[in-house]
């Protein structure tokens, strides 16, 4: 299941920073990585069994459950997205030439 778990925050210039938290051997997470990478999105990632401070957000956006991969896109973060919907967000959220 994917969804969208908050949507709230300052927006920034220039294209907004992908996040993936994500744990090993976790297939969605391997999954998403790879297609992440097939579609030349360029994310930090973070793991969340190496980085307490990740888990901890993690359980923060997911009512206490360690649910991965969780996704920041700029202000927006997803649960179990697929790399499709990634993109989309990303390029909803990256403002066009005409941006002022």
Do not use: H
């Not at 990634?86 to 030439?97: C, I, S």
Request: hydrophobic share 35%; charged share 20%.
């Amino acid at each position: 299941m994917s969804g969208q778990v908050n949507g709230d925050g300052a927006q920034s210039a220039g294209p907004p920073a992908v996040v993936v938290y994500w744990r090993p051997g976790c297939p969605f997470c391997i999954r998403l990585r790879l297609g992440l990478r097939r579609m030349n999105v360029a994310s930090e990632e973070l793991n969340i069994w190496s980085d307490p401070s990740a888990a901890l957000f993690v359980r923060s956006v997911n009512g206490g459950d360690e649910t991965v991969p969780t996704v920041v896109v700029g202000a927006t973060t997803m649960r179990n997205p697929t790399p499709r919907q990634v993109k989309r967000e990303l390029e909803r959220q990256t403002p066009g030439p005409d941006a002022k």
